[in-house]
């Protein structure tokens, strides 16, 4: 089973395993894939350059699917800190991806 985000500016895709990925490779052709694997790096750089506080949280919305309720147990804080996070972590990593982009 294959989830895409649905927050547009974070367009990851990820299986089961959580694993991001961007799309299945056997729909294309090699130059494609490279790209796919490329964009999958280039989406990895970024995450990890967030603030660690904005990062867990955003991994655990969007690659492990959790509700805004069970980040909040989890990491401790107001389910309206984690609402927040998630929004700045979402915007940090949009603009570092557009200056990645802005520099190839």
Not at 58 to 78: F, M, P, T
């Amino acid at each position: 089973m294959v989830r895409q985000t649905r927050h547009s500016s974070l367009a990851i895709v990820t299986n089961d395993r959580g694993e991001i990925t961007a799309g299945s490779t056997a729909e294309r052709g090699p130059a494609e894939a490279a790209a796919a694997a490329e964009s999958k790096l280039l989406v990895r750089d970024c995450l990890d350059r967030l603030p660690p506080k904005f990062r867990e949280v955003l991994i655990l919305r969007e690659l492990e699917g959790l509700s805004y309720r069970d980040i909040a147990r989890i990491v401790g804080v107001a389910q309206g800190t984690v609402e927040s996070r998630i929004f700045r972590a979402r915007a940090r990593l949009a603009n570092e991806l557009r200056k990645m982009e802005e520099a190839l």
